[in-house]
């Protein structure tokens, strides 16, 4: 399990998400992409904390930090879903070419 | 040193297994299995990063994804067509672009990790990450930390306010129409009148 390694399937899983962020039309499908961007951010902050910063404590409190941010963009992306649905009846985001109706 | 080579296959098989399953994401039917093909991705990263040494991070990585993935899965019953997978689904746009986009990040990230020389500073061995981790969120980083948290809060506050039926400017089912701001309205139009209101009770 060489440094390389997790960094390359963190480029990998980050590779999966930016293809399905940019590619699918649903709003949650599209925060799956998301979420998968991050989470390869996380792996490989966790790859580089352990082979090359000497598990320095900061590292781990910057992917906590990480996790908030995942937190967050759900928590927010769930509401803008629910109100978009409700104003707007969109799901995809097909349907939100304009900003004003 | 027997052991490095069940690690080794073991971070394979876990490598392997999320991103199969994070690829399978986007090619399900069914929105809700989605979600889980997500967690089950996730539950392979939250597992390397443990191997990795990083013990608390991964089990809340998995815990919180875990409750996070449930919420999706009833996010998507609720509001998508097609949750079950009961009809073949493939709703994409720009498909081509976003294959090249995301074969380019990953080309280009793979490069990156394999050229550069990165520092070879391990985890001394006996090292209690998680106790470090505990001293650093209630000492050096406790700003940071609690900056999370405060971020967090007005989070959840935004949510509520975002995804509540009565808006600021009347009901959510109707559209909210933001009021213009013309400070003396024309009798027909009742809607600014609150508006108005205010600022004459101000003045």
């Known amino acids: 399990m060489s ?77 803008l879903i629910t109100n978009v649905y409700r104003i707007r009846k969109a799901d995809i985001t097909e349907k939100l070419k304009r900003l004003k109706r | 040193m027997s052991a490095s080579w069940v690690v080794d296959v073991l971070f394979w098989l876990l490598a392997a297994g999320s991103l199969v399953t994070g690829w399978l994401v986007f090619r399900t039917d069914s929105m809700v299995r989605a979600a889980f093909w997500l967690l089950a991705s996730f539950v392979g990263v ?40 009961l009809n073949p689904m493939f709703m994409v746009h720009q498909h081509r672009a976003s294959i090249v986009a995301g074969t380019t990040a990953f080309l280009g990230l793979a490069i990156v990790a394999v050229l550069t020389s990165f520092p070879d500073r391990p985890v001394a061995s006996g090292v209690d990450a998680t106790e470090q981790l505990g001293f650093e969120l209630l000492g050096g980083s406790m700003l940071a930390f609690q900056t999370a948290g405060v971020a967090l809060l007005s989070t959840m506050i935004g949510a509520v306010v975002l995804a509540n039926r009565q808006g600021r400017y009347g009901s959510a089912d109707e559209g909210s129409i933001e009021p213009d701001l013309d400070p003396e309205p024309s009798a027909e139009d009742p809607g600014s009148g609150t508006v108005s209101d205010a600022a004459g009770g101000r003045s």
């Open chain 1, 3 to 79: 440094l390389e390694a997790v960094l390359i399937v963190a480029g990998g899983l980050f590779g999966i998400g930016l293809y399905g962020a940019l590619s699918q039309q649903s709003f949650v499908m599209l925060m799956m992409g998301l979420e998968l961007m991050v989470n390869a951010a996380i792996l490989a902050l966790a790859g580089l904390w352990a082979a090359s910063a000497g598990g320095n404590p900061q590292g781990s409190m910057l992917a906590v930090v990480f996790m908030t941010v995942m937190a967050v963009e759900m928590a927010m992306g769930f509401a």
């Open chain 2, 46 to 85: 939250g597992a390397m990063v443990i191997m990795l040494g990083a013990e608390f991070i991964g089990i809340v990585l998995i815990l919180m994804m875990a409750g996070e993935m449930l919420i999706m899965a009833i996010i998507m019953v609720m509001f998508m067509m097609n949750p079950a997978g």
